[in-house]
């Protein structure tokens, strides 16, 4: 079974402008979350969807958001880029519950000039 | 709200030395907890979870983790190092119903020294 792919692997953007993310889970799981790497924070929680609705949601500010669709791929969006969204954006896939082992893709480097 | 501490951001171990990292989580109830690697420029790959059904857990890699509930502690411990292990190692904590699926700590970078 393929596990979560991210597209794209490296992104190289400039401030204010927008980006938007992709990631396709294991087949037959339903849920995807997102999650931001920084040194300096670690890992911390973006937003959860599961069926095409967001189900949960991190401390971040408006500029970023998320969809999913009905063949359960997501993207995420963040707009008016600052140079502090610089980070490894990943996804992660589980089945259905919130205690379901989640499985990461190798994740987005996205770099904000 | 749920949180991990990891103690210490650095750990080095000769090749074949016992491998201990710590964690500690906060939770109000019981948790779901769960150890992930990376390697570098790589995403988490699972290395084991705890669900409650056994306190001792064994993942891959030789890998495995006590959950103690008393001392609040998820250690991971492998008995015999090897360089193949140098990697950052996450703990994580999740409860059902929680407004955060997963609640990272800030990582331990393993070094295996030959």
């Known amino acids: 079974k393929a596990g979560v792919t991210q597209t794209p692997r490296y992104l190289i953007k400039t401030r204010g402008q927008q980006v938007t993310l992709s990631c396709s889970p294991i087949?037959?799981?339903?849920?995807v979350s997102w999650y931001q790497q920084t040194p300096g924070q670690g890992l911390q929680f973006l937003f959860e969807?599961?069926?095409?609705?967001?189900?949960n949601k991190g401390n971040f500010p408006g500029r970023f958001s998320g969809r999913q669709f009905s063949n359960s791929r997501s993207e995420m969006n963040v707009s008016t880029l600052e140079l502090g969204d610089s980070a490894l954006y990943l996804c992660?896939?589980?089945?259905?519950?919130?205690?379901?082992?989640?499985?990461f893709g190798p994740g987005t480097r996205l770099t904000v000039l | 709200a749920q949180s991990v501490t990891q103690l210490g951001s650095h750990v080095s171990v000769s090749e074949g030395a016992l491998v201990l990292l710590r964690c500690n989580y906060s939770?109000?109830?019981?948790?779901?907890l769960f150890w992930y690697v990376q390697y570098p420029n790589q995403g988490l790959q699972l290395l084991l979870k705890?669900?409650?059904?056994?306190?001792l857990v064994k993942g891959i890699n030789g890998f495995e983790a006590e959950f103690k509930k008393s001392e609040t502690s998820f250690h991971l411990t492998k008995p015999s190092a090897h360089m193949s292990d140098a990697a950052e190692y996450f703990c994580?904590?999740?409860?059902?119903?929680?407004?955060?699926?997963?609640?990272f700590g800030k990582g331990t970078k393993l070094t295996v020294n030959p």
């Open positions: 087949s037959g799981h339903r849920s």
């Open positions: 969807y599961f069926s095409e609705t967001q189900r």
């Open positions: 705890y669900t409650s059904a056994a306190t």
């Open positions: 992660a896939s589980s089945l259905d519950m919130a205690t379901d082992t989640q499985y």
């Open positions: 939770s109000s109830v019981p948790p779901y």
């Open positions: 994580a904590v999740s409860v059902q119903g929680g407004s955060e699926k997963l609640v």
